[in-house]
């Protein structure tokens, strides 16, 4: 059970869910493409092979351990609308919440660039009274969570 559902009060529900965008696999598809690169180059001369192949090796270790952890921090992120507030989980073992009721939302900031307006990606920041929800940074569907937010 996600922790937005674990900690639902009685007449509320989810409005909108949110979630880390594919993009942060990126670094772990460059460390794959440049493995297969390096796997597919054959140059005439041995040492360097072998020097190839062990860099192709370990750019795969890189990717397994970049997808990994990439993987890892979007289970662990949650970013939940409710009718009632505004729920933010990361983490794990430690766990870090942030909610904020929908009564004290006062704005509610995106800020895209052009890569995440072609892949509809960005960073969402709410600001309520007093304090505010920190950054969410690579969060999909920016602007359809921003609209849940601020329909009240």
């Known amino acids: 059970m996600s922790y937005a559902k674990s900690v639902l009060q009685?007449?509320?529900?989810?409005?909108?869910?949110?979630h880390l965008h594919w993009v942060i696999y990126w670094p772990a598809i460059?460390?794959?493409?440049?493995?297969a690169a390096l796997m597919l180059w054959r140059p005439e001369n041995q040492g360097l092979n072998v020097l190839l192949n062990f860099t192709a090796g370990m750019c795969g270790v890189?990717?397994?351990?970049?997808?990994?952890?990439?993987?890892?921090k979007k289970w662990i992120t949650e970013?939940?609308?409710?009718?009632?507030?505004?729920?933010?989980?990361?983490?794990?073992?430690w766990r870090?919440?942030?909610?904020?009721?929908?009564?004290k939302v006062e704005a509610v900031d995106v800020t895209q660039s052009i890569p995440g307006r072609l892949l509809?990606?960005?960073?969402?920041?709410v600001k309520g009274t007093g304090a505010g929800i920190e950054h969410?940074?690579?969060?999909?569907?920016?602007?359809?969570?921003?609209?849940a937010i601020i329909a009240k």
């Open 10 to 18: 009685p007449g509320e529900h989810i409005v909108a869910n949110g």
């Open 136 to 147: 969410l940074h690579r969060i999909a569907s920016p602007i359809a969570l921003r609209n």
């Open 30 to 35: 460059l460390c794959l493409v440049c493995s």
């Open 79 to 93: 970013f939940a609308v409710t009718n009632k507030r505004v729920i933010y989980k990361r983490g794990f073992i």
């Open 120 to 125: 509809d990606y960005g960073t969402i920041h």
């Open 62 to 72: 890189l990717f397994v351990v970049l997808f990994a952890y990439a993987w890892f």
């Open 96 to 103: 870090q919440t942030a909610e904020m009721n929908m009564d």
